[in-house]
Nanobody, 123 residues
């Protein structure tokens, strides 16, 4: 079975940093794209960042450009989201997702999801 497990969330002050990790099993060498999404209460789930393992290319939401970095571990079974200069509006549940075909900004394009890890940023 495919499993994605996020970790690294927590509560930080504005301007602080966190690094989220996503440990994936069952899809090594098969993901066409992996992404981080977030969802705050009452809001739609939105794409934060995407990485395309085949090319190493990355895409970021405008709201996090220059602050967040998505990357893969050397073993290619882990994806990270380094979050710097955190703002209160970054507060959300963060989810790791994988797409075996396609991918991109839409959550509906991803077949596998982690359980989420909470990020809370205080002013």
């Amino acid at each position: 079975q495919v499993q994605l497990v996020e970790s690294g969330g927590g509560s930080v002050q504005a301007g602080g940093s966190l690094r989220l990790s996503c440990a994936a099993s069952g899809l090594t060498y098969s993901a066409s794209s992996m992404g981080w999404f977030r969802q705050a209460p009452g809001k739609e789930r939105e794409r934060v960042a995407t990485i395309y393992p085949a090319s190493g290319g990355t895409v970021y939401a405008d709201s996090v450009k220059g602050r967040f970095t998505i990357s893969q571990g050397n073993a290619k079974n882990t994806v990270y989201l380094q979050m710097n200069s955190l703002k209160p509006e970054d507060t959300a549940m963060y989810y790791c997702a994988a797409a075996t075909i396609g991918g991109g900004p839409s959550a509906s394009a991803y077949q596998y999801w982690g359980q989420g890890t909470q990020v809370t940023v205080s002013a």
